[in-house]
């Protein structure tokens, strides 16, 4: 059984601030992972993708990978209220008949 | 611009009642899943679908069953619906390439 893990919050910062989001998964045959963003009241879009070991970036965006530790991370530099939603972690590997799962997602809330 | 469209955004029904909920994609995704979503509890697989007429259970597929009779449409039945399905029901399409899910909008049921 596939397990992701993230805190479910919510995560609150002050707009302008570092936001932090994590997530561990326990299938080393992950090899790449997804973040997905959901708004309160609408369906998950995808906002990041990161396959490698390290950073990558995107705008304000970071994903963090670590493979060694299972861990991966999304930083959100210079956070805005619009930010605010739930963020969803998934762990994918190459092949159609991978089946998607989905860590609980993190509430942040990004106040002015 | 890529779409899944499922068919009802909201619906109301009574314990007992037989519900259809339908998917339609346009990227011809061979893979498709359903998902449930409440509280809490995140993002639940219900069912999924590598290809037409081939179906496969997820986590939670009890009370549920799926038809694909044509690439482009999942459905979701429940053939007697009860009041702990009330949540939103979520469909999705893969890109088998990427692994990327493209959401539908959802469809908020309640069952009375």
């Known amino acids: 059984q596939k397990e992701v893990e993230q805190n479910s919050g919510p995560l609150s910062v002050p707009e302008g601030a570092i936001a932090s989001l994590n997530c561990t998964y326990s299938?080393?045959?992950?090899?790449?992972f997804f973040w997905y963003r959901q708004y309160s009241g609408k369906s998950p879009e995808l906002i990041m993708f990161?396959?490698?070991?390290g950073d990558k970036e995107d705008g304000r965006f970071t994903a963090q990978l670590n493979k060694a530790s299972q861990y991966v991370s999304l930083l959100i530099r210079d956070s805005q209220p619009s930010d605010s939603a739930t963020y969803l972690c998934?762990?994918?590997?190459?092949?159609?008949?991978?089946?998607?799962?989905f860590g609980r997602g993190t509430s942040l809330i990004v106040h002015p | 611009d890529v779409k899944v469209t499922q068919s009802s955004r909201y619906l109301v029904k009574r314990t007992g009642e037989k519900v259809f909920l339908e998917c339609v994609q346009d990227m011809d995704h061979e893979n498709m899943f359903w998902y449930r979503q409440d509280p809490g509890l995140g993002l639940r697989l219900i069912y999924f679908s590598y290809d037409v007429k081939m179906k496969e259970k997820g986590d939670i597929p009890e009370g549920y069953s799926v038809s694909r009779e044509k690439k482009e449409r999942f459905s979701l039945i429940l053939e007697s619906a009860s009041t702990n399905q009330t949540s939103m029901y979520l469909c999705a399409s893969r890109r088998v390439d990427t692994g990327e899910l493209f959401f539908g909008e959802g469809s908020r049921l309640t069952v009375l």
């Open positions: 998934a762990p994918h590997a190459s092949g159609g008949s991978y089946i998607p799962t």
């Open positions: 990161i396959y490698s070991n």
């Open positions: 299938d080393r045959g992950s090899q790449s």
